[in-house]
């Protein structure tokens, strides 16, 4: 059974190393125990390790320098963009979408923990523009991987929910399609999608796995359909030492 997936295109970048752990992954990766596990297999060790409190919300944290690497486990982030070499960074998902974001010629990541309502506070558009901003980098140089999650095909939510979507902008309301009067599917992926392209990343620098975590629990754990005491997948990404060979 699969233990751990790539987003392909990414793969191809010797400067970046990543992965998105499945539910057959040989540990638990929300305890410590499978964290050390997972930094040992990687050649790493805790203290370059970042997993944040998620909070479901829409704040980023921006790893610039060691400091930050040293108050870790302070910060609340559902976000967490980086330039520093060696340092594992890292969010936990089941149904919510997980993001990786690489821009090559400047040598940033981004791991974007985006559930619907940091879909709804455009976390994913948030951390792009944070990209561009925090390295001058060119929203055309940046190549984006977007994980499994829970898709249009399971994800039915109240008319509160789905009211927030369709106020949220003209485009958004289209990924809502009512199936009664105070239920509607939303289609997340989409979305998302459709803001990166909106917002200028080319379409083709977009790699999705489209795989609904909700219909595919053979392969991985999914919150609304198994509940809240069901595991999570890892999306971790690494800057390596030797980015200079693939600008």
Not at 48 to 67: A, M, R
Not at 118 to 128: D, T
Not at 131 to 139: A, G, K, L
């Amino acid at each position: 059974m699969l233990r751990i997936l790539c987003f392909k295109t990414l793969k191809l970048f010797s400067q970046l190393t990543h992965c998105l752990t499945t539910r057959h992954y040989e540990r638990d990766i929300t305890t410590n125990q499978g964290q050390e596990y997972f930094l040992k297999s990687n050649q790493s060790d805790q203290f370059n390790f970042i997993l944040p409190k998620q909070v479901h919300g829409s704040k980023i944290q921006v790893v610039k320098n060691e400091n930050l690497l040293l108050n870790k486990k302070q910060f609340e982030a559902d976000a967490i963009i980086t330039n520093q070499m060696n340092v594992w960074i890292g969010i936990l998902v089941a149904d919510c979408f997980p993001i990786l974001m690489f821009e090559p010629s400047v040598n940033v990541i981004a791991v974007i923990h985006a559930g619907w309502r940091g879909v709804e506070q455009n976390i994913h558009l948030k951390a792009l523009q944070c990209i561009i901003e925090f390295m001058n980098s060119s929203i055309k140089n940046i190549f984006i991987g977007i994980g499994p999650g829970i898709g249009s095909c399971c994800f039915e939510v109240g008319k509160e929910v789905s009211d927030k979507f369709e106020k949220r902008s003209i485009t958004s309301a289209q990924f809502v399609h009512p199936i009664s009067e105070q239920k509607a599917m939303v289609d997340l992926r989409g979305l998302i999608i459709s803001d990166l392209v909106m917002a200028g990343v080319s379409l083709k620098n977009i790699e999705n796995m489209n795989y609904c975590t909700s219909c595919f629990t053979d392969l991985f754990y999914s919150y609304r359909k198994e509940g809240k005491n069901t595991g999570r997948m890892l999306l971790a990404a690494r800057l390596n030492e030797s980015s200079q060979d693939d600008k």
